[in-house]
């Protein structure tokens, strides 16, 4: 079953965990992408706001609003950590440093692509894969901007949203990529005093991980020659199990498989 159907998503809202939402057509949306989002999203249409979470699509383009906060994608806000003195810094860098250009990525877990766009910063072509529609709404329109944008044009460019299930879309690649990253969202990470405010929208859209051998397993069935996977510091292993090494920051660590 397409996991995102649309009887799929109108029971994924009426779960509780998920925050009702409407998508508001603003000032200088255009009438038929305004259609397009709500119908890809599983939410109705509306001229006003929502009670709890609204989809806001305007004339600058895809926003998160609710619970006073608003949340829209904004790689600007990574300008500072790629340039070449910050970049290989990164924690991610030291686990994914290559000297080829162009090698295949695919971050089966993008979000709204921070490490993704660290990845390309890097030197990657990365596919990004990412199963939730309103997620997926938010990063394809900073995205758009991003490719707009004079300094980071060059390395969105290098950056390919398909929205889906990475379960389903890694087993069916055809090329074999370099590497597989992933980050599904951790259950502590729900602590909303521990996360950026803003973020905390985002979570009201997201639930925890729950089928980790699944997604291990389709990453593998992908043949790359390493998976790097993002953990808390001091989270147990994805799927329990073992990586080949494991580097250490002071919040999050990142476990690296080697197949190649
Ligand atoms: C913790 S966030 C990732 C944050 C990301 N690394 C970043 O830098 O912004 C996890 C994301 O993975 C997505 N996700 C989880 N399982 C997925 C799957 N099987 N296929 C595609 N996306 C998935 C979730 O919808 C969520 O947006």
Known sequence: MNKYS??????ERADSSAAPLVVCMGKGAQKDAATALAKRVGA??????????TLLIDGNGVSLNGYGLTFKGDFEQMLHRLTEGRLQ????SRVCKTKETGLKAIDA?????EDSILLAANGYDVTLHEQNPVIAALLKDA?????KHPVLKEIVERMHLVEGDSVELMPK???EPELIFLDPMFPERQKSGL???KLQLIQKLERPCTE???LFDAAIAAHPKKIIVKRPLKGPYLADREPTYTVKGKAIRYDVYIYG
């Open 6 to 11: 649309k009887e799929r998503l109108e029971e």
């Open 44 to 53: 109705p249409l509306s001229d006003k706001p929502g009670k709890e979470l």
């Open 89 to 92: 810094h990164e924690m991610i």
């Open 109 to 113: 877990t993008a979000g709204m692509g």
């Open 143 to 147: 995205l758009r901007r991003g490719k």
């Open 173 to 175: 690649r055809v090329d």
């Open 195 to 197: 996360i950026n405010k």
């Open 212 to 214: 980790e051998s699944e």
